[in-house]
């Protein structure tokens, strides 16, 4: 009896365990979705005791299904890609562009080895004059390597999250100015018109004489070709938060207005109390929407500029014109495509942290 009663026991608080774990699972399923890893949830599911048939099936959708297309694209590739021959040679497949991306972190690795060294060596040498008491001699300098491939992807991200925090505040004043004041919509509404379809190659050559003239004396952290990169992101991404902001404030319930105006709210309280919060779902929405925008922009406007980001990296390599440059090329577009999707996802995950729209 007692027996029966400690396996009875043993039992209820197993399915209490996992009935707990069930419900982590599913209260993290739309963080999973969020982020990209959706996948994780059957697996994790099968993991905690579910049936293995039925998440097999929801597994299939988001996982075996997406990596067979990727399969069948690469196998395309390899088939396709040695009967096209260009200039440098036949386009590489996805074995010599991987090879590729190998040897260009292992560029890196080397690049940051010689750093530690050049650094190593410097404090060493300084030590000496500081105990041979030859102060005057210690100088500290800063190692000038080349930058590497991964060098290169932090300056674009640093580039376009500038231009993007720039758009940023820029588009949600007016977008919110704009949502609740038809005058001042009407009056901004032809140069969003006008302005929003032009492309980044005709902004910059303006952007750059601009940017020489004003910024005379450039800051050793902020460059003269990374400003110019980020005013041309700005200027073309940060139309969709403007207008998304513009109509999610326009569309704010009326009566929620009329109950602000009845308790006689201030600005700047109807603005963040009833405004943003009603509006944000919009305004992520045109966020996300402008930072995608930002980061397609930048490749061009890095590569004109000169900013020593991705876009260089494609435009040296194109110059340079040796055997592995299209295969490295290829591997920027990968990368850019990769880093896109993560950036779309990590405004996602943002908008569903900030807005309860996104969470229901």
Not at 93 to 116: M, T, Y
Not at 139 to 154: A, E, L, N
Not at 335 to 356: C, N, S, V
Request: hydrophobic share 50%; with cysteine.
């Amino acid at each position: 009896m007692a027996n029966a009663e400690m396996s009875a026991g043993a039992e209820s608080a197993r399915a209490a365990r996992q009935e707990r774990l069930f419900t982590w699972i599913t209260k993290a399923s739309g963080w999973f979705d969020a982020l990209g890893f959706s996948w994780l949830v059957p697996i994790l599911r099968i993991a905690a005791g579910d049936s293995p048939k039925e998440q097999f099936q929801e597994l299939k959708k988001v996982l075996i299904i997406p990596l067979i297309g990727i399969a069948a694209f690469l196998v395309m590739w390899s088939v396709l890609a040695p009967k096209v021959q260009t200039s440098l040679g036949a386009v590489p497949g996805p074995v010599q562009v991987w090879a590729q991306a190998v040897n260009l972190w292992d560029d890196h690795v080397r690049e940051r080895e010689k750093s530690d060294e050049f650094y190593l060596r410097q404090e060493e040498r300084n030590a000496k004059f500081e105990a041979a008491g030859k102060t005057d001699k210690i100088k500290w300098r800063t190692y000038t390597g080349k930058p590497t491939y991964v060098d290169q992807i932090g300056t674009s991200l640093i580039t376009v999250g500038l231009g993007f925090l720039i758009a940023t505040l820029i588009a949600v004043p007016l977008g919110i100015a704009s949502g609740l004041s038809r005058s001042f919509s009407g009056a901004i509404n032809p140069l969003i018109q006008i302005f929003k379809p032009v492309s980044p190659l005709a902004w910059l050559p303006i952007v750059t004489m601009i940017v020489s003239a004003l910024y005379v004396d450039p800051a050793e952290w902020l460059p003269k070709s990374l400003l110019v990169s980020a005013v041309t992101v700005t200027l073309c991404s940060l139309w969709p938060t403007l207008i998304n902001t513009a109509l999610g404030v326009a569309s704010v319930d009326k009566d929620l207005m009329n109950v602000g105006r009845v308790l006689q709210l201030p600005t700047w309280k109807t603005i963040t109390k009833l405004v943003l919060p009603s509006s944000l779902p919009l305004i992520f929405t045109g966020l996300r929407l402008s930072l995608g925008v930002g980061w397609m922009v930048l490749i061009a406007a890095e590569m004109l500029a000169q900013n020593p980001g991705l876009g260089k990296f494609v435009w040296d390599e194109f110059q340079n014109g040796s055997s592995q440059s299209l295969a490295k090329i290829m591997v920027a577009v990968i990368t850019i495509g990769i880093i896109g999707f993560a950036l779309d996802r990590l405004m996602f995950a943002l908008q569903r942290a900030f807005t309860f729209s996104a969470n229901r």
